[in-house]
Each structure stands twice: as C-alpha cells, then as structure tokens.
C-alpha cells in the first residue's frame, strides 16, 4: 500500500532556498542533511545537482523546468503580513493577493528556483471575512461552494 510522504522539490542553492523558505515563509527545519532539509510541516528541499544524480544512475540527467505546471500551496491566517514580508525581500510575483472566485484571498510567487507558490487564507477565515462584509448566509454558501452546515459551523464558532 502506498503512503504519501511529503513533496520534495530540487533546489539549485541550499543556502538562497533556505533563507527563502525560513526567512520569507517562515518555516522551520525539522531535519537538516546537507543536500536534504525537511521543514515541520512536510516540505522537504533536496540539492538540485545530488537530485539529478540519483535519478542517472550517479550520473546527473538533463532536467527542464516546467514550474507552470504545478504549485505548492499554503494556508497562512495572516496573508498581508505575508505579502509584505515578500515585497520586501525582493520575491517575484505572478500576482499579489487577490480574492479567488470562490472567496479566499489568495497571491502566488516563484521561490529563488521558480517554483510557484500558493499562498492563501484557510476557508475559514475567508468564510469570516466575507460574513463580516455583509454576506449572507446563502450567499456564502453560493460563493465559496461550501455547504451550509460547514458555514453555519465557521460562523457559530466565531460569534
């Protein structure tokens, strides 16, 4: 039976990708191994050159970025501290923080390799967010495609 462990993605400079996720993330070293770092939470960053060479039999494949092709995504509460932090270091953006279609707000970024990174607010908070702006119950539910006993629920358990 197969177990989902965690995403691993290669990283051309340990150094700049570190700084980059503990820095301007804020995530924490779980492990460190030299050309392989865990973070708490499951993300782990893996040296790019040591990564090629374990797929070539010892010797590094030829490898093409397709960094469009996905995203790693992340939850934060506090989105505009984010976003400032991230301006502030220099970090490119595809876009700044915006509301998604269905409610939460969301910005995404390339890290120092060009993965792109998700950031968003939880359901929850978006759900609150939107309540406090006036939104109706059924108008939440339509929104954010929530059913209305997890809005009811977001809601009870703020008021």
Request: aromatic residues 10%; hydrophobic residues 40%; contains cysteine.
């Amino acid at each position: 039976m197969l177990k989902y462990v965690c995403p691993l993605i290669a990283v051309e400079d340990m150094a700049v990708s570190r700084r980059f996720y503990e820095e301007c993330l804020g995530l924490k070293v779980k492990d460190d191994f030299g050309v392989d770092v865990a973070f708490e939470g499951g993300l782990t960053i893996h040296q790019r050159e040591h990564f090629l060479a374990l797929l070539g039999d010892g010797k590094p494949v030829a490898a093409v970025a397709q960094s469009l092709w996905g995203e790693l995504y992340f939850d934060c509460d506090d989105v505009e501290v984010v976003e400032q932090r991230l301006k502030e270091a220099g970090v490119e953006f595809i876009h700044a923080l915006r509301e998604q279609p269905w409610g939460p707000r969301a910005m995404r970024v390339y890290d120092p390799d060009g993965h792109v990174w998700e950031i968003g607010e939880p359901m929850e908070t978006a759900v609150l967010r939107l309540y406090r702006q006036g939104f109706s119950l059924e108008s939440l539910c339509q929104k954010t495609g929530m059913p209305k006993p997890y809005v009811e629920g977001v809601i009870g358990a703020a008021v």
